[in-house]
């Protein structure tokens, strides 16, 4: 009974210390929190945007008739790549051979004439040397002899027309491109003075995109061009995504912005040249391209991570102060750069930023840093905060 006694007494009294030490442990002082941050550093920064834009071929023809006619035959097949020259339609001739021969007959004829006329021209003038007939009538013989080479000049003229006329009824290419459906078939009675062309070529390589951009956006970008805060070299690259999402793979170059500014919609239209080898682009086509509007010598970066809102809706961020305290900084952001905010005020070079180990930091507090490494797994709880509402990651 004794034994049992000192027994429980033993395991009480041990009992009893455990429940001290484990006390004693829970109430052991702990170090400052572990963070993981970023040194802001100026560093030079390229800045693109994405803007909508339609292609539009690089030269269009509408392929008009330029004499009146009935269509006897189509010389091309739709769809096909024509070169320029290359005979398109054929109309009827015949009048028009007519005319070519009328045309020469009165050459010929005037031709004729001025022959008569300058030899009774030079017969007068010898008869006017003795007085055989008056002057009157020489002045007349000359009158009538520059009367029949004005004639052959204009006999000349007309039969240039009308070869011309006989000409034009083969209609050719008027530039290289790929021709599109015929909207005139054979048989069809056309005029020179239709407003309906009979097909249209366009040349498709290259070719332009038309990149709509708001007024204010552009006169923003050449009023840091100007000022010196962005700088570009000759003309900027210029990428597309297409309809379905995929890269084109060509890279384009910027040509010029209108000058005219469409008071509807307050943009402009800012064209691009495309190469275009394989036809792949089509006039029409709905596009995004991205641009490079400059480079920025000296801006700051910061992780979207270490971004949070705060009860105003300002972009925040935490930072190392002196003593290793917690310092609450606003930031001024206007766009993101991959996976970092540009940051365009509340920061400077050579401050630290906390990225990880943040979420439950109060301004003021000791932290202990370590230089944050992103390939390194986030360890424990979701550390840090992440991009401010309505950005996409």
């Known amino acids: 009974m004794a034994n049992k006694r000192h027994g429980a007494v033993v395991l009480a009294t041990a009992l009893a210390l455990a429940a001290c030490g484990g006390k004693e442990q829970q109430q052991a002082p702990q170090g400052p929190p572990q963070v993981g941050y970023v040194v802001v550093r100026e560093q030079p920064v390229t800045l693109t945007t994405e803007l ?12 008009r008739p330029q004499v009146n006619g009935l269509i006897r035959a189509r010389l091309f097949t739709e769809g096909d790549l024509v070169r320029a020259g290359q005979p398109l339609y054929r109309i009827d001739s015949a009048p028009y051979e007519a005319q070519v021969a009328s045309a020469r007959a009165a050459l010929t004829r005037a031709r004729a004439s001025i022959a008569s006329s300058a030899a009774l021209a030079r017969r007068y003038g010898e008869l ?20 029949a080479q004005a004639d052959v000049a ?34 069809a009675l056309v005029s020179a003075s239709q407003t309906e062309a009979l097909a249209t070529i366009q040349k498709l390589d290259p070719i332009y995109v038309d ?11 050449r009023q840091q061009l100007m000022s010196g805060q962005l700088t570009r070299d000759g003309n900027a690259p210029v990428r597309l995504t297409l309809e379905g999402g995929s890269d084109y793979g060509q890279t384009g170059t910027l040509r010029f912005a209108d000058v005219t500014v469409d008071p509807t919609t307050g943009s402009q239209v800012i064209r691009a040249l495309f190469p275009n080898p394989n036809g792949l682009l089509l ?3 709905f596009v995004r391209a991205k641009l490079v509007q400059g480079t920025q010598a000296n801006a700051l970066l910061v992780p979207q991570r270490a971004v949070t809102r705060d ?30 905010w540009l940051v365009t005020g509340g ?14 930091l109060r301004p003021g507090m000791a932290v202990a840093g370590k230089p944050w490494n992103p390939n390194a797994p986030a360890a424990g709880a979701p550390q840090g905060a992440g991009a401010p509402a309505g950005q996409a990651k």
């Open 128 to 147: 006017v040397k003795i007085n055989a007939i008056a002057r009157q009538e020489l002045e007349n013989a000359q009158t009538t002899a520059q009367q």
């Open 52 to 63: 909508p834009g339609r292609t539009t071929a690089y030269e269009t023809s509408e392929v």
């Open 283 to 285: 006039p029409g086509m």
């Open 347 to 360: 920061l400077k070079a050579g401050d630290k930023v906390i990225v990880e180990g943040g979420m439950s």
């Open 311 to 340: 009860e105003k809706g300002n972009a925040a961020v935490m930072v190392i102060g002196a003593d290793n305290k917690v310092q609450p900084r606003t930031l001024q952001t206007n766009r993101t750069i991959g996976d970092n």
């Open 154 to 187: 204009a006999q000349q003229a007309a039969l240039r027309t009308a070869q011309i006329d006989l000409a034009r009824t083969t209609i050719r290419a008027p530039i290289s491109g790929r021709i599109g459906r015929s909207v005139f078939t054979t048989g």
């Open 211 to 221: 990149i709509q951009q708001s007024s204010a956006d552009l006169l923003k970008l």
